[in-house]
């Protein structure tokens, strides 16, 4: 495809019309640097469709004329950073042309009231309202599909969010986590704007920063008066230092919710921003549902796809069912059962190819537990309270520090109520007694009759959901994805868009 540069609203309009490719949207305000060549890139690599750059440096949103002034101005170096990148095409319109009072389609858009009143909206009046007005203005010309934002602006990144959510517009934003220098400070057009000692400042504080963050992770503490001293103590001119909560920008005490630990200083005449987000525990993602809802291909895929540790509780109960059964364990009798439950290690193991295998007391079971016989076994069994106690806290041991997707029945309600995202999967009876005999099949259990599965199915589901010790029920905070015509890549590319919303691209590439 041919590079091509974009100077009019009309050049843009015909461009457009004659374009049916999605696109993928990175707006800038020019003097590109390492943090927009990795949102042009991304825009390019990850997606389908044609990725436009707009360069526009938008004075609505510098509430300081002088600020303006000295931004550093486009240069034509810009257009070859951005091609380079991967952009196919570069919008630069002209402000006359881009704000003219007398249009029609100019709406001055208000940031969202809450966003706006805190960090960086409460000494830049104004600033994120032209922020606002601008990128609306540039959306609806541009049509884009997915809209690339550094997180480096992250209240910036919230507040377009929320607008695109006000304005009903569907576009998907897809964020970039911070990029920083070699010496630790992040790419910003302003940078080039500070003297050495300024610079350095700029290092101390987002060293900092970054100090408080690890003494938070590693001793559950962080001491904002002394942290402030400490930056104070090097001259260093600072506007805002603040724990807040990462969605709500609400001043916030780091907790198991996310937060973000966010400052602007004063270096010289420049104003720079710096953040680090506090997460105590990796994120744990909770997938119930009943039995043939798709859970363990899409939990297997996910898993895989976030880089996270599967856990399988279905397996561990099948595991512990077929444990009984071959050991002969009346399991009926509670005394029995429990001196049978103690120092029983079950375990799982992973190869590279994040294939899973299941051991009991070390006998790899992976496939021993795929049987009919456990499948008729597995729900009488998982409803004895003394097995459920055992399991729940053999899960809640591997899912002490986090970083894991668990599939099962009460993962949202009873094993990891506090999980970060809760996903309730299910499927119409029919639609999982297809998926339950095709899975037979693949493991070589011959074929069954779909009405024989479609029963099982039916008393798997009266078991489950009316036992009276943790029964299957949709938590209330858990998202129900019904999967029925889904493909797994759907059901995980929506768990995943869910995901990101949740938790912040930094965190997820630590
Ligand atoms: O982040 C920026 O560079 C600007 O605020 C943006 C999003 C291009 C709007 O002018």
Redesign the pocket.
């Known amino acids: 495809m041919p590079k091509i540069i974009l100077e009019t609203i009309e050049e843009l309009s015909k461009w457009r019309n004659h374009h049916n490719d999605d696109i993928n949207f990175v707006?800038?305000?020019g003097d590109l640097h390492s943090g927009h060549e990795k949102l042009i890139q991304s825009a390019k690599n990850s997606y389908f469709g044609s990725t436009l750059v707009?360069i526009?440096v938008?004075p609505l949103?510098f509430n300081n004329k002088e600020d303006l002034k000295s931004y550093p101005p486009k240069s034509i170096k810009d257009h070859e950073i951005a091609f380079q990148s991967g952009a196919d095409v570069i919008f630069i319109p002209r402000e006359e042309e881009l704000l003219d009072k007398n249009c029609q389609d100019l709406n001055f858009i208000r940031a969202s009231k809450e966003l706006n009143s805190t960090l960086c909206g409460l000494n830049r009046i104004g600033h994120f309202d032209g922020?606002c007005t601008?990128?609306y203005r540039l959306l609806k010309l541009v049509q884009p599909q997915l809209l690339f934002?550094?997180e480096k602006?992250w209240q910036?990144l919230l507040i377009?969010k929320n607008m695109l959510k006000e304005m009903k517009l569907n576009i998907k934003i897809k964020s970039i986590p911070t990029q920083r220098d070699q010496d630790g400070i992040p790419y910003s057009s302003r940078n080039k704007l500070l003297k050495t000692k300024d610079r350095e400042k700029l290092i101390f504080f987002s060293q900092k920063l970054n100090e408080a963050k690890n003494t938070f992770l590693k001793e559950d503490r962080l001491d904002l008066v002394e942290l402030t001293k400490e930056i104070e103590g090097k001259n260093i001119n600072i506007e805002y230092l603040k724990v807040v909560d990462a969605f709500s920008l609400k001043e916030a005490i780091p907790s198991e919710k996310i937060s973000m630990l966010a400052g602007a200083i004063k270096c010289g005449n420049t104003r720079l921003i710096d953040h680090v987000f506090l997460m105590k525990t990796q994120p744990i993602i909770a997938i119930d549902g009943p039995a043939g809802s798709g859970k363990s291909t899409v939990t297997k895929v996910l898993a895989k796809k976030l880089k996270l540790l599967y856990l399988d509780t279905g397996a561990m109960y099948r595991a512990l069912s077929w444990f009984l059964i071959n050991e002969n364990i009346d399991y009926s009798n509670n005394d029995q059962l429990k001196k049978s439950l103690k120092g029983l290690s079950i375990v799982f193991k992973t190869d590279v190819n994040s294939n899973q295998d299941i051991l009991i007391n070390d006998i790899c079971v992976t496939k021993l537990i795929r049987t009919q016989e456990i499948n008729s076994i597995v729900s009488k069994i998982a409803s004895i309270p003394a097995v459920r106690e055992f399991l729940v806290n053999e899960q809640r041991q591997i899912g002490a520090s986090g970083g894991l997707v668990a599939e099962g029945r009460d993962i949202g309600t009873k094993v990891f109520p506090n999980a970060t995202l809760k996903i309730y999967l299910t499927a119409s009876i029919d639609e999982r007694a297809k998926r339950r005999k095709l899975e037979l099949e693949d493991n070589e259990y011959g074929s069954i009759e779909l009405s024989i599965i479609k029963e099982q199915i039916k008393q798997r589901d009266q078991n489950d959901m009316n036992r009276s010790h943790s029964p299957l029920i949709k938590a209330k905070d858990a998202i129900l994805i019904e999967s029925d015509g889904l493909s797994v890549e759907k059901i995980v590319e929506n768990i995943i868009d869910i995901y990101n919303e949740k938790i912040p691209q930094e965190l997820q590439t630590e």
């Open positions: 707006p800038t305000m707009s526009f938008n949103q922020v601008v990128v934002l550094g602006d910036q377009i």
